[in-house]
């Protein structure tokens, strides 16, 4: 067995909406029927008991090595306890090869997952040993690594629960919400509107104690000290007891609290110096440490904070009560988990001597040992919800406390007695501002009930009813995409808004182009996406992208496929067959929105036979009003686009909009079929946006389909009298298009200039001149600059072989090079002749053209 290929689909897919791992896994003969092995099922349950049963999706199917494969990636991730259901193993055309998917929710989990399983598998082939405990440690190592931390998590799944996209930036926890215009961004506890400013006071614990004062809040006295004897002598001066912490500091880092001997204090200022330079002395307040958690103008949790401790059985040392609490699986190290391993490190043994304990000490049954000062959770404390129990008074405290300083979300440390009453009946006072709080003892607290404080950050962030999405609009099909897509973002653009559009001819963000080449792939559409000016986007969705990477988004609210035709690429990734293809093509279908709409060729049986798979509303489009499909629908109270005479109508039941072609230039009057197709696209997809139909037709008349706004589709030139169009046809149903286009349009004489592309099937590519040959008098055939894997010459071949029954041309020549060929094709026009070039470098034809035309 051999994994030729592993990809990440990290977007809704072919196989599943939700993020996978899909291999090419290539079997010998043997392992095509894993049955015929002896004893290879035995030995591999051996080895991992929990494996799933490997069952092929059809009973006719012998189980393969492939299907281990996936059952085991599958099952090693979910008993490592990632939460991942989905799998599949399918058949290709190529005998002993298959696909393998695998649901994945972190992708080095997802990767490591089948790195693991083929290990696995060979093991129990070889039927050598095969360390599970280790592989599974590692997929939980790796997960925990990878994984948002429990804080970024409760925001990110808040939003997801309201419907919010979300996209995590990266490996740490900076995550976007929502699209383009409409986006917000957070990093663990911190959003986008956090001041930097209020930061850096919350930071420097001096600054803060005299805004809170000014203030009126109540806060312990104190002040910054130079060096352990500075320190001592704050001590006195406030009087013992006294807290001894970092001016600048965060978790608990270096703080010691109720101190009250020189040595104490001394030892504790060494302390504090390892993690800052500017350390300070404050009075200690007794009571207890609360953090109360403040996002907005609301006190949304309160938590009892206790110092991390044991209690003694009469039995077990110290250190053994430790590892016992440590063992509770709640215990991690860092802040993946809802409560962190207590330390037994320096500290806790000095605190252990304080109480006349060493580590190896039995405490008497029930006594109570303290192995820290601070009750911080990231030191092994743990927490009570008291947010019921949080008076008035020390709620408008806190709140009053985070405005001072200018934080939109913070937590408040304060220490008193209780929550019930006022903080200055019983000599309370707060002693910090955190800025990016922790959320994790509101979460999941020791004792006590959780709050939902990732939802009451989103809904700081997002109004009710904000699902923080722009309109966008996906566009497939085999022909006519980029000029649809161009078409629908200039009819956003009359309404005002700021589009982004993805093409094969670059990224467009408001009209301007910010990236070139091929960018009709999810890694464009993401960008646009991110765009902080983008109101509305447009998207040509290739099959490429979908296969290499699925959608860049969880759903649209409009998607239009054009048409399914030969020629498409069939072949490459195992699409062999146009059915093969539409289940490609219908991805951006089946992710509609639920109120959203699919706009569909009626035309098309294929196209049509999507709607079934559309969770949204259906708008079907087709020239012939009497189509079966669109009278049906209409009659059904469906949408429907068709062209009546000179007209485009949109109909739902007796309700008409009417657009006259002669307002639509890109139709030319309605001579230029394949346009009016796209023009009925179009409008569907206005119409399912709700775009008010005179910004409709008014942004339709001055769309103009030149070289400049939709470059290489039906560009239309005037030279010497004659006609020149210029497209980047390269497909049979894109031949069939253009004839039927050119044949619409009066000349003497027609020439056709033509190369191929290298990654097309031999007959498409024979297909395309057998069109060609009975519409054309000349064929000037050309080279591409890229054959795309073909021998020189070998495309040409094909072509010539295409033209060998052409009833109606009559001469051919070859000519190396596009631009010679161009030239060639133009030196020979006469007034009242027409010439179609079918470019291949469409900017640089494009200018080629230009520049001879002009010239």
Known sequence: MEVTRLRALRGPNLWTRHTAMEAVVTCNEDECNIARIDDFEAR?????????????????????????????????????????????TAATT???????????????????????????????????????????????DLDEDQRLGPSTASIVQAAADRGIPYRRLTE????????????????????????????????????????????????PRGRPVRDGEDAWAAARELGCPVVVKPRD?????GVAVNLSTREEVMAAFETASQFRDDIMVETYLPGHDYRLLVVGNRLVAAARRDPPQVIGDGTHTVRELVNQVNADPRRGEGHATSLTKIRFDDIALARLAAQGLEADSVPARGRRVVLRNNANLSTGGTATDVTDDVHPEVAARAIAAGQMIGLDICGIDVVCDSMLKPLEEQGGGIVE????PGLRMHL????????????????????????????????AGTNGKTTTVRLIAHLLTGTGLRVGMTSTDGVYVRGRRVDTGDCSGPKSARNVLMHPEVDAAVFETARGGVLREGLAFDR???AVVTNIGLGDHLGLNYITTVEDLAVVKRVIVQNVAPDGMAVLNAADPIVAGMADSCPGGVTYFAADRHHPVIASHRAQGGRVVFRDGDAIVAAEGTCEHRIPLAGIPLTHGGAIAFQVDNAMAAIGAAWGLEMDWEDVSESLATFVNDAATAPGRFNVFAHRGATVIADYGHNPDAMEALVQAVESMPAQRRSVVISGAGDRRDEDIRQQTRILGRAFDEVILYQDACQRGRADGEVLGLLREGLADATRTAAVHEIHGEFIAIDAALEKLQPGDLCLILIDQVEEALEHIAKRISG
Not at 203 to 217: F, I, R
Not at 448 to 465: E, L, P
């Open 444 to 475: 999941a607290p020791s004792y006590g009930k959780g709050r939902d404080v990732g939802g009451a950050i989103v809904a700081s962030m997002f109004a009710d009813g904000d699902d923080a999405r722009i309109p966008v609009v996906a566009v």
């Open 172 to 219: 740490g926890s900076l995550v976007q919400f929502g699209w383009g215009s409409r986006q917000r961004r957070i990093q663990a506890a911190e959003t986008d509107r956090s001041s930097a400013i209020a930061e850096s006071i919350a930071q420097d614990k001096e600054l803060t104690k005299k805004l809170l004062g000014a203030a009126g809040v109540p806060v």
């Open 433 to 436: 501002v955190n800025a990016a």
């Open 556 to 558: 649209c609210d409009v």
């Open 94 to 140: 190529e005998p002993g090869t298959y696909q393998v998917v695998v649901e994945y929710t972190e992708e080095a989990v997802g990767r490591l997952a089948f790195e693991l399983a083929e290990e696995l598998y060979r093991s129990a082939l070889a039927d050598e040993p095969f360390d599970l405990e280790d592989a599974l440690a590692r997929l939980r």
């Open 249 to 253: 500091g965060n978790q608990g880092k």
């Open 44 to 88: 591999l349950r051996m080895r991992f008991p929990e494996m799933p049963p490997f069952e092929p999706t059809s009973h006719l199917e012998e189980p393969a090595c492939a299907h281990v494969l996936e059952c085991a990636a599958l099952g090693l991730q979910a008993q490592a306890g990632c939460p991942v259901t989905f799998s599949r």
